[in-house]
């Protein structure tokens, strides 16, 4: 999932006794692992916070997108470069999905659209870093994918049906592009003095952000509390934060790179890496608008948005007047 | 002006040789094995600066399902960028492949024609370049299915069915949008007349294309152009765009003479390739 700091309404898991019937059969559902569909009851705030956080994450795949276009028209190779295109495309295509998904909660893709160029919604802010390097092209793939995995996998088994067959279809190419982003790091790291120290410089720099992608530590969290009594929210932050740092520092020993913290250590006892935490007051910055691009995405988006109304008015002026035209020949034809 | 020193000499004619390391001595001109290479070049040459300006557009399309199919429009070219690059690289039989060919050749060695050169501009003008070679391109690759030369046949029935559905699309968006709003059927009226000189180039033999025309390797040109025609004058009218009556055509980028965008694109396109030579990646 993309989407980190979504709120829950209200004041943490409402007690059972506090439940009117509806919401106890709903919740015994929840618990016997049955899937909410569309179609059926369910809280308004259960509705609510699914629409934000699935929005959020359709959003972060549609302005994933620009980080990675950047390098599109540079790709080192024919091969390099279609592999980057279907993997832009692939995003878009997430997109997609998830956008029809928070549509059968009742919110059109344009009021989404819409809410994220207002900038009244968020999107992962991973993205709001810049793409400098062709390694950070593998970076992105090994590293930003990986942590979107290790957050999606789970969410597989999320309680709302039409979100968990999304993350199903999803998942699979996820684990396809942090394959191809690893490919580059190892050609990378394995290749010229030059080559080596781009695939450095994007670790240096893609660490930090990476942890940061699974949100500040919520264990005593209230409203995490809920999403997770409802199931969309599977695992807390620091679990995930936790088993993406094991997964990852014998992956970047194998490349013969080193992870930019000097803490980082085996610790036996917890039988997991104990790691530094990211400099969470730059996450926070960053998620009020201050990170190095939040500007240029945003207006990336918008400038597609404005300058494309012309083509989707043309489109639909088209559809109409061919209505029109189906309409007359049916009178005619009377 | 101060006279120029004689630099003829064996030092310079050494160093310039160095200089040229790598770029192997190109097929004499004239030969078929030349003729062969040049053509498969410049099939090879409009998929990859088209794939690449189609590419441009990736994340900033007006809906999510056109980011989607220029996304596959792009990647369909690169695929063929790298099977008509590859059959030039064999046929040449200097060891070059197609990423040495897209990536490291310099502008006057590369024949796309001119009109894939053009810059995106507006999104109308994008779908109207793409209709324009699509109307070409579909036509070109259905008469190199029977071409003498197997391997080309092969590469034009795969790349044939991709081009297709290429043209039904840009196609059905022209018609859409000439016959839209008052605006959408402006923007599709100027990008049609500003491209319009860069189409005829596609029609245009010189004696390369005649002798690969004799040889059955490529059909001739000209050979293209009633079907090209029968397209434009049915999408168009079903579009309301008014077709330019000018016959004048832009030509040189078969012959390897572009427009300045050219230098702009192989700038970027060929920069990892050009910076560190010799790198894999
Ligand atoms: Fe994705
Ligand atoms: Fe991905």
Known sequence: MYAQMVKTDGKGIKPREEMTPEEQRFQDRIDAGEKIEPKEWMPEAYRQNLIRQIGQHAHSEIVGQLPEGNWITRAPTLERKAILLAKVQDEAGHGLYLYCAAETLGVSRDELTEALLSGKMKYSSIFNYPTLNWADIGAVGWLVDGAAIMNQVPLQRTSFGPYSRAMIRICKEESFHQRQGYDIMMKMARGTPEQREMAQDALDRYWYPSLMMFGPSDKDSVHSAQSMAWKIKINTNDELRQKFVDQTVPQAKYLGLTIPDPELKWNEEKGGHDFSEPDWSEFYAVLKGNGPCNRDRLEARQNAWEDGRWFRDGLVAHAKKADARRAAARVAAE | ?281
């Open chain 2, 1 to 281: 002006m101060p006279s120029l020193p004689d630099v003829m000499t064996p030092d310079a004619e050494a160093l310039a040789k160095a200089a040229g390391n790598g770029a192997r001595a190109p097929l004499a001109a004239g030969t078929l094995a030349h003729d062969l290479f040049t053509g498969l070049t410049r099939l090879g040459d409009n998929a990859l600066i088209l794939g690449h300006r189609v590419s441009e557009w990736c994340g900033h399309a007006p809906v999510l399902e056109e980011d989607i199919a220029l996304a596959n429009v792009a990647l369909d070219l690169i695929g063929q960028t790298q099977l008509w690059l590859g059959l030039a690289g064999e046929v040449e039989g200097r060891g070059r492949s197609a990423d040495n060919l897209a990536f490291l050749r310099d502008a006057w060695h590369f024949s796309n024609i001119l009109l894939v050169e053009r810059p995106n501009r507006d999104f109308g003008h994008t779908l109207m370049r793409q209709f324009l070679f699509d109307a070409w391109h579909q036509p070109m690759l259905k008469a190199l299915e029977d071409s003498n030369d197997a391997r080309i046949a092969e590469i034009a029935a795969k790349a044939g069915k991709e081009v297709a559905y290429h043209l039904e699309r840009s196609a059905d968006l022209v018609i859409r949008l000439g016959d839209g709003t008052e605006e959408s059927h402006a923007r599709m009226q100027d990008a049609l007349e500003r491209l319009w000189p860069w189409t005829g180039e596609a029609f245009v033999a010189d004696d390369i294309d005649l002798r690969l025309a004799e040889a059955g390797l490529m059909p001739a040109p000209e050979s293209l152009r009633p079907v090209w025609d029968a397209t434009l004058t049915e999408v168009l009218s079903e579009a309301t765009l008014t077709t330019p009556d000018s016959t004048f055509a832009h030509t040189g980028g078969k012959q390897g003479r572009h427009t300045e965008d050219m230098g702009h694109i192989l700038s970027s396109m060929q920069w990892l390739q050009r910076a560190y030579p010799g790198a894999t990646w």
